[in-house]
């Protein structure tokens, strides 16, 4: 009987520690499984992140090149009418001309310009009398030296008046008929060498001397 007993209680023991033992594996198993979800959890969270980041990057650098590439189109723009701006200023005057705008005091000028252009030219001979008839060899010069100024198509310049400025000068009003702008024109004579212009407004309205 006491080896029975002996035996049994040994038995016993066992098993509590085969259980325990058991007990053991599982909780060990499901520490480890915690362990591996949470890393999970957080590896993929932190890869969220960077695939975030990653994107935010690439849209800040998209918007960076199409702000870039707006600011070109306008840079070149801005060229392209200045380009435009220059090319009507210099149709306006004749090549190879400074030119320099002036203040005025008349009500009627929109704008005024003073430049070195040369004389137009004279196949007449000295000593010279200004003739103001239409056909006259000065008033044929007198609007070559309007037309070189102005760059006025011919077709399109209208005489408006043309008449005595002072000793050996003119004063004309002419139209371009192409936009009509109205013109006011001062030239003075130079000996042997033909009219030339001294000045140029362009003003709102002809107002008949």
């Known amino acids: 009987m006491p080896n029975n ?33 949470f890393i999970f959890i957080f590896t993929g969270k932190d890869e969220n992140k960077e695939t ?9 650098n ?17 060229d392209s009418e200045t380009e435009v701006d220059e090319s009507e200023e210099n149709d306006f005057f004749s090549d190879d001309v400074v030119i320099q705008q002036i203040d005025s005091n008349d009500s009627n000028v929109i704008e005024a ?10 196949i007449q001979e000295e000593p010279h009398t200004t003739e103001y008839d239409d056909d006259s060899q000065d008033r044929i010069e007198i609007r070559e030296a309007i037309l070189n100024v102005t760059n006025i198509k011919e ?13 050996q000068k003119v004063i ?6 192409s936009n ?7 030239l003075s004579w130079v000996e042997a060498e033909g009219w030339q212009v001294t000045l140029v407004e362009r003003i709102k309205e002809f107002k008949s001397p």
């Open 113 to 122: 310009f003073v430049g070195n252009w040369p004389p137009i030219g004279t």
């Open 155 to 167: 077709d399109d310049l209208t005489e408006l008046w043309v008449g005595n400025g002072g000793d």
């Open 52 to 60: 975030d980041n990653v994107k935010g990057d690439n849209t800040e």
């Open 180 to 186: 009509s702008d109205i013109y006011r024109i001062y």
């Open 172 to 177: 004309a009003n002419v139209e371009d008929r």
């Open 62 to 78: 998209n918007i960076t090149t199409e702000d870039v590439g707006e600011t070109d189109e306008q840079v070149e723009t801005d």
């Open 5 to 37: 007993k002996f035996g049994s209680r040994t038995e016993r023991q066992m098993k509590r520690r085969k259980n325990e033992r058991l007990l053991l594996s599982f909780v060990g198993v499901a520490v480890l499984f915690v362990i591996i979800l």
